[in-house]
């Protein structure tokens, strides 16, 4: 039989609970993603986070300044996912490119998917001022950069027509995830994106 020593007693504290803010943070990301930005309100937030609305707004200066925040940790999120899978294929495009699609069905085709995050906040954050707006604006536009430059590198045709495409498919996958919710046309993505190269000389 083990003996816990004084050094160790930590052992046997119980693991400390999640900050306010961060049960909060965490309760209104999932809630978001699942049903939507405008569905989920203050008062679904702060029941299902154990709290109340006096903590929340201690936390957070509004509903669109927390909606910011989930799409900046859905956009660091997403980059994260991005750069670990094109970082094996550093130097070939075209394999980045595949490599992409392939994580890209994998991930989309998962049951716990509900499509992209940030695509699915544009549809219902259509107010320029909503500080929100900003942050899917600026995902959505370097998606469309990285992928022109990943088609210049391959020394494509047209560049930015296959950039596009490219990005095209990638948003498309997202949007067929919801209406096939077994996989349905995004299964054929990396397909697709292998004759968009193809056609394009890259």
């Known amino acids: 039989m083990s003996v816990v020593r004084p050094e160790d ?21 999932e809630l978001f993603y699942r049903h939507g930005i405008r569905a989920v309100g203050i008062d679904a937030i702060v029941c299902a986070a154990g709290t109340n609305k006096m903590s929340f707004y201690r936390s957070f200066p509004s509903k669109d300044e927390l909606v910011a925040d989930y799409l900046r940790y859905k956009d660091a999120h997403f980059w994260t996912w991005w750069d670990g899978v094109v970082a094996p294929f550093d130097g070939a495009p075209r394999q980045q490119v595949e490599a992409l699609f392939a994580a890209h069905v994998n991930k989309t085709c998962s049951k716990e998917s509900r499509g992209c995050g940030l695509a699915n906040a544009a549809v219902e954050i259509v107010e320029d001022d909503h500080p929100g707006r900003a942050v899917v604006v600026s995902h959505k536009s370097e998606i469309r950069r990285r992928f022109r430059a990943l088609a210049s590198a391959m020394q494509a045709r047209d560049p930015e027509q296959l ?8 948003e498309g996958g997202y949007l067929a995830r919801l209406t096939f919710p077994k996989g349905g046309p995004v299964t054929s993505a990396l397909v697709a994106a292998r004759t968009l190269m193809d056609a394009h000389g890259a």
Not at 11 to 29: G, H, S
Not at 163 to 170: H, I, N, Q, S
């Open 9 to 29: 007693s930590s052992l046997c504290e119980p693991a400390a609970k999640p900050r306010v803010r961060d049960r909060i943070f965490e309760t209104a990301c």
């Open 163 to 170: 950039g596009d495409a490219l990005m095209l498919l990638m």
